[in-house]
């Protein structure tokens, strides 16, 4: 099997900032894209990053000028740096990963995290 196990989020005041860590472990060949989403209470959850295995990063608008997306391969680990934070990036955090977990095989699956909740709040 394979686990994600994120870290970093908390309470932060507005303007401030934290960054999330999202480790994966377990039977791995390879990790394809990883990512970010959240959800907020009463919403849908939505795409914050993602960024492939050879760094190309996707941001949300909402995102963009304010959070970095990077990775560290050889950990299998995706970070979110997230600045300037505001009221509205309020909400539970997950990592996703897509993961080949044989070499000998096609199969790649989608492997979410449990969350993490950063609450934005003076």
């Known amino acids: 099997q394979v686990q994600l196990v994120e870290s970093g989020g908390g309470l932060v005041q507005p303007g401030g900032s934290l960054r999330l860590s999202c480790a994966a472990s377990?039977?791995?060949?390879?990790?394809?894209?990883m990512g970010w989403y959240r959800q907020a209470p009463g919403k849908e959850r939505e795409l914050v990053a993602t960024?492939?295995?050879?760094?190309?990063?996707n941001l949300a608008d909402s995102a963009k000028g304010r959070f970095t997306v990077s990775r560290d391969n050889a950990k299998n680990t995706v970070y979110l740096q997230m600045n300037s934070l505001k009221a509205e990036d309020t909400a539970v955090y997950y990592c996703k990963a897509d993961v080949k977990r044989y070499w000998n095989s096609l199969v790649v699956n989608t492997y979410w995290g449990q969350g993490t909740q950063v609450t934005v709040s003076s």
């Open positions: 960024i492939t295995t050879d760094g190309s990063a």
């Open positions: 377990g039977n791995i060949f390879r990790i394809n894209a």
